[in-house]
């Protein structure tokens, strides 16, 4: 995703998504406030059912691909902290399909976020690859969900 030489309506759009309504300028904790941030989006999305909640999330990532890649080619920063869209779609992914409701939404906040900070293999290779600052937080989701799924299973 190009923008050189576009405009700065450009550049803003790509600022404005990749900091999830600047939510990644906040001086602190800006991992934690960008999963926080992704709430609205999960109350939004899970009461589409889930066949819209899944084609929603993949083309979010794609797009947060393409953003995040063109933030870190254009601030030359392989993982800049103001990036938080990462932290919206990974969260998203921890919950794609799990029961609705505020316990589940607070574990799998936390669920993620401990994955997330964790980076079990190979989460860490994943930030070298294209993408690697979106997919990264993908399989730290994937891990989260896993866990919010046998959770489910032991609870029931």
Known sequence: MEVKGKSSAGLFFMKFFSTWFFVGHIPFAPGTLGTLAAVPLY????QLGL?????????L???GV????????RYK???????????????????????WGIS???????????????????IKRLERLW???IWDDVLAGVYGNLFMRVLEILVR
Not at 66 to 73: G, H, L, Q
Not at 77 to 99: A, F, H, K, N, R
């Open 77 to 99: 920063d392989p993982d800049p902290q103001w990036i938080v869209v990462d932290e919206v779609i990974g969260y998203l992914v921890t919950m794609t399909g799990i029961s």
């Open 43 to 46: 109350l939004l999305l899970s």
């Open 131 to 133: 993408g690697g600052v």
């Open 61 to 63: 990532t794609m797009l």
């Open 66 to 73: 393409m953003v995040s890649n063109e933030m870190v080619r």
């Open 104 to 122: 589940w939404m607070f574990l799998g906040f936390v669920t993620f976020r401990f994955f997330d900070i964790l980076k079990l293999f190979p």
């Open 51 to 59: 066949k819209c909640y899944v084609l929603s999330l993949i083309l």
